[in-house]
């Protein structure tokens, strides 16, 4: 499976923006790049996703670098319910790839 | 939204008995998954399954575990004789396709304690 790194650990005070940076070197061509987060007691949630172009939807933005070797989930304004760990992921573009492989994710801590 | 629903929301029981986790896929969902997660632990894959059979599963998914769609609405995860070790948060997960653009709806989990 393709690797993403992340860091171990971020903080944030609330209301102000996010950047969560994850590398991903060995990004194949045609791999999408997902983000779910996963609040305490809650299974993992989707949050966006992109291939090239630069996304955004009602939770988030995600910034793709030109040349796709890093990408960065932006959370406008953070609140205390974004407190979570978020993670990033690879679909390979592999037709038999059937699952998502989670790393270990970055923590978020939102700081009132 | 809809939702992917697991019961129970918790399940105990003793070592080397059999238990039964229950998941409702969103209804018009072809791809069902099973993941857990060991407290503390990252999530991990433990199966995928479409069309009645098995797609893909992980080395963690051994001759103990199997899974079932029994009557086109229900997806179970059986674990024919528990071990300590099989302790952990369960979730189920579905999506209409296995497109890489689609996402996948979790559910809310079953913590399994095997005593």
């Known amino acids: 499976d393709a690797k993403t790194t992340q860091p171990n650990s971020m903080e944030s005070n609330e209301e102000e923006p996010v950047h969560l940076p994850c590398n991903h070197s060995?990004?194949?061509?045609?791999?999408?790049i997902h983000w779910y987060r996963q609040l305490p007691s809650q299974g993992p949630e989707y949050v966006i996703h992109?291939?090239?172009s630069n996304v955004n939807n009602r939770m988030a933005s995600l910034a793709i670098a030109e040349d796709r070797k890093s990408s960065t989930l932006i959370l406008h304004r953070a609140t205390l319910r974004d407190a979570a760990v978020y993670y990033c992921?690879?679909?390979?573009?592999?037709?038999?790839?059937?699952?998502?492989?989670f790393g270990t994710g970055t923590r978020l801590t939102i700081i009132p | 939204e809809p939702e992917v629903t697991q019961t129970p929301s918790h399940q105990v029981t003793q070592m080397g008995q059999e238990v039964i986790l229950r998941c409702v896929p969103i209804?018009?969902?072809?791809?069902f998954y099973w993941y857990r997660q060991i407290l503390g632990q990252k999530v991990e894959f433990l199966v995928s399954?479409?069309?009645?059979?098995?797609?893909?599963k992980s080395e963690i998914f051994d001759d103990q575990f199997s899974v079932e769609r029994p009557d086109g609405s229900n997806f179970t995860l059986k674990i024919r004789s528990t071990k300590l070790e099989d302790s952990a948060m369960y979730f189920c997960?579905?999506?209409?396709?296995?497109?890489?653009?689609?996402?996948?709806?979790f559910g809310s989990g079953t913590q399994l304690s095997v005593l």
């Open positions: 997960a579905s999506r209409p396709t296995r497109g890489q653009y689609e996402k996948l709806f």
């Open positions: 209804s018009n969902h072809l791809y």
């Open positions: 399954f479409y069309n009645n059979e098995i797609s893909e």
């Open positions: 060995t990004i194949s061509g045609t791999d999408y």
């Open positions: 992109g291939l090239t």
């Open positions: 992921i690879l679909i390979i573009s592999n037709f038999g790839n059937e699952k998502l492989t």
